[in-house]
Each structure stands twice: as structure tokens, then as C-alpha cells.
């Protein structure tokens, strides 16, 4: 996908410093999802997380009036997941179960896979219409598939809070819903979300 320049957090950090990149994420604001905005911005659970090796964040820039702006980004976390595959068809099933451990106790199948941890848009001076929804996850997706390349695997897995938009907006992108997850008591400060929808993509190629 041209037009677009995706940066490390963490090699942003060496290259700049960790206070100039502050000042670059402080911009952010996503208006829809406070907790996408919080996790880049007051907080800087971000910064934190890519340099303890949770999650690894990526930035999208693009040129606009002759400078290189943040248009959004998107945070990449191993994830380890159960899922009741007896809930797929028979030909998803199949191609999940190479990827799938059975654990015969808890009578469930367990995944390792990357987690889609967060997605959004910069809506600060309008930067949010330089680059659609469908453009932003295409370019998060790729990104895993680059991964994938040389590490192995064919899933993706997102969370998303139970709403209407998202869940449109992740299947009609080939996501499959397949269940839900509790949410843990520290997960809730920025939600009134007690439940999260887990979704996953499978890919062909």
C-alpha cells in the first residue's frame, strides 16, 4: 500500500528519544474509543509496553501540506486463546486444527496467535481522512502476514468491545466471530465494557 510510512515505537524512541516521541503521541485523539487514545497518549501505556516486550506499536504517517503527520496505529501482542472449534464449520475447523493444541481436562482448543491488541485513527486537525478504516487494518494485517512469512501461522486474532460498527467492520474484513471474554477488574478502567468480543481471521494464502 503506497502514500503510507509505518514506524517502530521502539526504534522511534532510539532514534528520537523517548520525550520527543511523547510530544508526537500527545497529539493523538480518537474521540470514538478513549481507550485506543488513552493507551498512545496520557498514559504512554504504549511506550512502555514496546520497551518491556509486551506489545510492539506501530505508527502510520503520511504526507500531508508538506509535512509527515500521524494518521494512526496499530499494537501487536503475542496471544495465547482457547476456542471451541465444534462452533465452525467443518472447513474452517479443519484449517484451524493445525494451528489448535487439544487440551483434554478443560475440553478446549488452545491457539497461539497474534492479537490485534489496539487499532485507530488520529481524528486530531482531521487527520482521520487520510486513511480509512479498511486501509488501516490492511496495512496491520500486512504487517502480521510479513511476520508470519518467516515465523509460521495463518491467524490473526482481535478483541473488540460488543458494538454493532466494530463487529461489522472486522467481519466485513474477514474476521469470524467465535466468542466472548470477561474482562479482568484492571482491564475496566478505561470501559464500561465488562466483555470483550473475540474475533479471528484466517489467511488463505
Do not use: W
Not at 19 to 31: G, R
Not at 154 to 178: A, H, Q, T, W
Amino acid at each position: 500500500m503506497t502514500g503510507y510510512v509505518l514506524v517502530n515505537l521502539k526504534e522511534m524512541i532510539k532514534e528520537l528519544g523517548e520525550e520527543k516521541v511523547k510530544t508526537i503521541l500527545s497529539n493523538f485523539s480518537c474521540p470514538i474509543n478513549k481507550d485506543v487514545e488513552i493507551f498512545i497518549t496520557s498514559q504512554s501505556k504504549a511506550i512502555e509496553f514496546a520497551k518491556q516486550g509486551i506489545a510492539a506499536t506501530h505508527l502510520v504517517f503520511t504526507s500531508y501540506k508538506d509535512e509527515l503527520v500521524l494518521i494512526g496505529y496499530f499494537s501487536l501482542a503475542n496471544k495465547y486463546f482457547s476456542i471451541d472449534l465444534s462452533a465452525m464449520t467443518k472447513s474452517f475447523r479443519q484449517r484451524l486444527n493445525k494451528f489448535a493444541q487439544y487440551d483434554k481436562e478443560s475440553k478446549k482448543h488452545y491457539i497461539t496467535a497474534p492479537l490485534l491488541a489496539q487499532l485507530g485513527k488520529n481524528f486530531n486537525n482531521g487527520y482521520d481522512r487520510l486513511i480509512s478504516g479498511d486501509e488501516l487494518l490492511k496495512i496491520a494485517c500486512d504487517k502480521i502476514y510479513d511476520i508470519q512469512l518467516n515465523l509460521g501461522g495463518k491467524v490473526i486474532y482481535v478483541e473488540c468491545e460488543d458494538n454493532e460498527k466494530l463487529m461489522e467492520f472486522y467481519k466485513s474484513n474477514g474476521f469470524r466471530f467465535f466468542a466472548k471474554r470477561t474482562l479482568d477488574k484492571h482491564e475496566r478502567s478505561n470501559t464500561d465494557s465488562t466483555e470483550l468480543m473475540q474475533l479471528l481471521r484466517y489467511e488463505n494464502g
